[in-house]
C-alpha cells in the first residue's frame, strides 16, 4: 500500500481526479494542512468495513469484558432482587 500525502490546496484544486485515483488504487490519502496530517481520505467501501470490524471488536470486548465478571449462584442473586424489591408490611408501617 502506497501512501499518498495531499495538501488541502491540492484537494481543493483536484479533489476530482483524487477520488477517481482513491477508487482506482484503493489506498488512503492522508490530507495535511500547513503541513501537518488533518484527515485521511478513504474509498467508502474500505470505510464501511473498517467499521464493521470495529463494531465486532468492540462486541468482542464487551464479551470478553461480561465473561470476567465474577459470578454467584442464582439463588443468592434472586434473594438480593426479592429484597430490593420488598414492600414494607402495613402492620408495621408507621401511623
Known amino acids: ?4 500525502i495531499v495538501g488541502s ?8 481526479t483524487i477520488m477517481e485515483e482513491l477508487g482506482a488504487d484503493g489506498d488512503p490519502v492522508y490530507i495535511t ?7 485521511v481520505l478513504v474509498d467508502y467501501h474500505q470505510y464501511e468495513a473498517l ?4 463494531e465486532d471488536l468492540s462486541a468482542l470486548v464487551e464479551i470478553y469484558e461480561t ?8 439463588e443468592e442473586f ?7 424489591n420488598r414492600v414494607p408490611d ?3 408501617a408507621p401511623g
Open 1 to 4: 500500500m502506497a501512501v499518498k
Open 33 to 39: 494542512l500547513h503541513g501537518e496530517p488533518k484527515a
Open 51 to 54: 467499521i464493521e470490524r470495529l
Open 67 to 74: 465473561q470476567q465478571e465474577p459470578s454467584r449462584p442464582m
Open 9 to 16: 490546496t491540492r484537494i481543493r484544486r483536484d479533489l476530482g
Open 78 to 84: 434472586m434473594a438480593e432482587l426479592e429484597a430490593e
Open 90 to 92: 402495613i402492620a408495621q
